[in-house]
């Protein structure tokens, strides 16, 4: 499990907030070093949690379709084109040698 609590921060004395600019008391956010004002560190820790998110519906789905590739390998497309691919060539390479047997036989 992710933890959501990414965005700690601790109080600094006045600095500048990054967001605002303007000379308020701030907070760094532990996470990426910025200080903020309380109103935009909460902006900044509501980014963040979107950011996560939509990084674990990613990880969810990209879990899926691995699991569905592993239970049916033959449905990726990519699989299906290499089979495709593979099937094509041996009947070439079938092709082939047929048509050198012919060629060869009245020699024979």
């Not at 965005?7 to 600094?12: D, L, P, R, W």
């Amino acid at each position: 499990m992710v933890n959501k609590k990414m965005a700690t921060a601790t109080e600094t004395s006045r600095n500048y907030c990054f967001i605002c600019e303007k000379e308020k008391s701030t907070y760094t956010c532990n996470g990426c070093s910025k200080r903020f004002c309380k109103q935009h560190l909460k902006d900044h820790e509501n980014e963040l949690e979107l950011e996560l998110d939509q990084i674990e519906n990613e990880r969810n789905i990209f879990r899926q379709t691995l699991s569905e590739q592993v239970e049916q390998p033959n449905k990726h497309d990519l699989i299906q084109q290499i089979n495709q691919w593979e099937q094509h060539s041996i009947n070439n390479s079938t092709n082939c040698r047929r048509k050198q047997t012919i060629d060869i036989e009245p020699y024979e």
